[in-house]
Every structure is written in C-alpha cells, then in structure tokens.
C-alpha cells in the first residue's frame, strides 16, 4: 500500500536535522520600573491623556466629594450606581446624593439580579467604582471583582468614574498580577483592566467609542 501523505510528512519531519531553541534577547528595562512615585503618577497621567480620559487630582477623600460634585453638574448626572470595595466605602456618597439631589443607587439595594441588570444598564447614568490597581505604563485602571467590587458597575452605563488612590499606581503589568493573586488560596473569580473607552474599529475600520462598554472615563487620583 502506498505511503499515505500524512506518513510521508511526519517521516521528513522526524528526519530532518535538529535545530537548537534560539536564545532570546535580553529585553531592555522598562523605564516605569525606576521611577519614584511621583514620576509614576505624572506618567500615568500622560497616558491616560493619551487615551483621552479626563484625570482630576484631590489630595484627600473629603475633597473627592467636592470633585464629584462638579462632574455630576456637567455630566447632568442624576441616578448613579456605585460599588461597595474598600475605596468607596471611605465615602458617604448615600449622603452626598441626598445633598446634591442624586439618586445613588447599590447593587444591594435590588432584591434579584434581573432588577439589579435592569437598573445599572437602563437607569444609571454612571457607574463609580474605586480601583485595585493602576498601571502608569499603559494608563490603565484594574479592578478585582467580589461580592463589594460587581463587575456591571464598571461596564454597562456608558460613563465610569474610578476612583484611585495614588498610592495604587505600579509600573508595570506583572505587579498587577502579582497582586491579583498575593493572597494563595484566594483567587478572585476574575478582574478586568480598563484603558480608557471602550473602542472598537471592527465595522469598516471606522472606530466607535461604547461598544462594549462606557463611552466615557473619567478618574480621580486621590492623595
């Protein structure tokens, strides 16, 4: 019987001479991983003017609120929904709504998921969440998701504020990840990084900001 294709390919392959595994070149050190912390913050800043979003620096979380306040008037905000992780928990926006007539609405205030999905997609005009990390090398914000941390909150209305702790800025990718799994035993379910709009160019090269996601970020470095 004749030698089948197959056979005949696998047996040049087996016979052809070896070739040892290419050394690969040193790769140069990223300049983020020698810069103090406040060149970190002004690169994050610059990249993230490069991804066009809007950057607003406080130096205390009481000062946030007043930030927040100013957004809210030009975004002609009036229903929000917010996360509960540990950096908006530092603030009382329930009370902060209440004095600027803003509805700030939670993802435990809805009694199932179906309401909850109606509400953050349909009625909130933006989503505020506070940040895990952020990369000063590509301007881009993560977020590690929990029970406090819901993931729609940051995806479906079409604006997100994040708010960020300087002191959360890392150079690079790897402590990123490093921090998302510090803790053996305690993975999170998922986290996500966020680098400016959601854009897409997939319909004829022509590029479409909220496709997948807010049109709009704004962040607030705080510290």
Do not use: C
């Given at each position: ?100 007539d803003i509805q700030v609405m939670t993802p435990r205030d809805f009694p199932d998921r179906n309401s909850y999905r109606d509400a953050v ?11 895990d990390f952020a990369v000063a090398e590509s301007a881009t914000i993560g977020l590690i998701h929990n029970k406090d941390q819901s993931r729609l909150v940051s995806l479906a209305p079409i604006l997100h504020i994040a708010i960020v702790p300087v ?57």
């Amino acid at each position: 019987m004749a030698q089948s294709v197959r056979d005949e390919i696998l047996a040049k392959l087996r016979a052809a001479p070896s070739v040892g595994v290419p050394t690969r070149p040193t790769l140069p050190p990223y300049k983020t991983l020698s810069m103090n912390q406040e060149q970190l913050i002004a690169e994050f800043i610059a990249r993230l003017a490069e991804e066009a979003v809007a950057v607003h620096r406080v130096k205390d979380f009481p000062e946030v609120l007043d930030r927040l306040t100013v957004i809210a008037s030009e975004e002609g905000l009036k229903k929000v929904m917010t996360s509960a992780d540990d950096v908006i928990s530092r603030l009382d926006l329930a009370g902060w709504g209440k004095k600027n007539d803003i509805q700030v609405m939670t993802p435990r205030d809805f009694p199932d998921r179906n309401s909850y999905r109606d509400a953050v997609f349909d009625q909130a005009q933006a989503g505020i969440t506070g940040a895990d990390f952020a990369v000063a090398e590509s301007a881009t914000i993560g977020l590690i998701h929990n029970k406090d941390q819901s993931r729609l909150v940051s995806l479906a209305p079409i604006l997100h504020i994040a708010i960020v702790p300087v002191d959360r800025i890392i150079p690079v990718y790897e402590k990123a990840i490093e921090k998302a799994f510090a803790k053996k035993g305690e993975y999170p379910s998922q986290f996500v990084f966020i680098t400016g709009p959601s854009m897409t160019g997939d319909i004829q090269g022509v590029l479409f900001k909220g496709m997948h996601g807010p049109r709009k970020v704004i962040v607030i470095l705080v510290g």
